[in-house]
């Protein structure tokens, strides 16, 4: 049973959504996850409680892999005109259980340090938010076996990973640009999130300003060149970056400010990758809350149109008919998280380039403490 471990998550969700179409029930289903992913039986392809306190230790809700269960890896990425576009911002893998009508979604961090197939059977590791990006990327990476190349590659890339990460086979990933979720946001007419921390970031990167010198001599910038390294370099340069500030409680936002409260990585406060990890979920809880208030069906179907031309995943139209025909209603289902963190499995480190990464507290590239911990077995 998914939720012993665990106090039950129930989506109390309005019922006049069941009335959208039958494909809405991908939307609710797993979009609740990390990334908000529609994918419709009418149009198949496939292209090129509050927030957990995610400072203390939980006991992992129990997850295993049985003839009734199915798993979709959820991805999101920045796209096109985003530093490092390809790379996998946030990366969940929700486990559905068919038969006792139950959902866990597993968040992975995105700077787990993990040994990746990038020369045919050799490894070599990076942080697992490059494998999207390394999959699609014949011209660095061009002796990848061929599952790993091409259209998928990306996404069967990702998939390895993640099974690797929580002992779990993937069956299916969606991945969507978070370019359509700003703009299907914004044609919602923006959305109300329950801010459950209030935040200051003065580092949130702005978008164009990436090389600016901010008026730093080149004298200047070889020194600091010699001095610091990773986001200590970068902090020298003030001009690339904005304030963000989030008070709590409720608040209304639009597409571009939702993607900033779900970006965000600086704060003192409230920064890294597990908070922003809830607050990806703050602003999913939002857009369902949305959807369920729209007055008519109609308002729904440009959303559904912007978020269909942003999502990639390997669900075809029969894999999709399967899942609505096994799963049945998804208001029947109940949600839990998992988060896998430096208070459970991982523990803080450096690459040898410098990089910030994470670790399993068993060692490099060991995750049967993890696969135990997501299972339920774990020693208390």
């Known amino acids: 049973m998914f939720l ?17 179409t039958a494909s809405l029930f991908t939307l609710f289903f797993v979009g ?28 992992a809700t129990p997850v ?16 096109a005109g985003h530093d490092g ?14 038969k006792e009508k139950e959902v866990v979604l597993i968040s992975i961090p ?32 061009p002796n990848k076996k061929p599952v790993y190349r091409g259209e998928e590659g990306g996404g069967e ?43 200051d970031d003065y580092f949130y990167p702005v978008k164009g300003l990436e090389n600016e010198t901010c008026g730093i001599s080149g004298e200047d910038i070889a020194e600091f060149h010699q001095k610091y390294s990773g986001f200590q370099l970068e902090k020298q340069f003030e001009c690339r970056y904005e304030h ?32 922003r990890s809830a607050r990806q979920h703050e602003i999913l809880a939002a857009i369902k809350n949305k959807l369920i208030s729209l007055d008519a069906i109609s308002q729904a179907s440009p959303v559904l149109n912007k978020l269909t031309g942003s999502v990639n995943t390997d669900l075809d139209s029969e894999a999709i008919k399967q899942i609505l025909t096994k799963a049945g209603n998804p208001l029947d289902y109940k949600i839990a998280h998992i988060y896998l963190t430096e208070d459970n499995v991982f523990y803080s480190s ?31």
């Open 4 to 20: 012993k471990k665990l106090k039950e998550r129930v989506l109390h969700l309005d019922r006049r959504i069941v009335k959208l």
């Open 32 to 59: 609740i996850g990390l990334s908000y992913l529609y994918f419709t039986l009418s149009r198949p392809y496939v292209a090129g409680d509050k927030t957990v306190n995610i400072t203390e230790a939980m006991p």
């Open 64 to 79: 295993v892999d049985s003839p009734d269960t199915f798993n979709v890896l959820l991805l999101g990425y920045g796209g």
């Open 85 to 98: 576009g390809n790379l996998t911002d946030s990366i969940t893998l929700a486990s559905v259980d068919t």
């Open 110 to 141: 995105r700077d787990l340090w993990i040994a990746l197939p990038v020369d045919y059977d050799n490894t070599q590791n990076y942080k697992i938010n490059a494998a999207y990006a390394i999959g699609g990327d014949e011209n660095k990476y």
């Open 157 to 199: 890339l990702a998939k390895y990973a993640a099974s690797i990460v929580t002992g779990l086979e993937v069956d299916y990933y969606m991945s969507i640009n978070f370019d359509g979720l700003v703009d299907a946001i914004d044609l919602l007419g923006g959305i109300e999130v329950d801010v459950s921390n209030p935040f």
């Open 244 to 275: 963000l500030h989030f008070e709590k409680g409720l608040q209304k936002i639009d597409g571009e400010t939702a993607l900033k409260f779900v970006r965000s990585r600086h704060s003192d406060q409230y920064g890294g990758d597990f908070a």
């Open 350 to 380: 450096s690459s040898s380039g410098g990089q910030y990464i994470l670790i399993p507290r068993e060692g490099v590239n060991k995750w049967s403490e993890v696969h135990k911990y997501i299972s339920g077995d774990a020693s208390d």
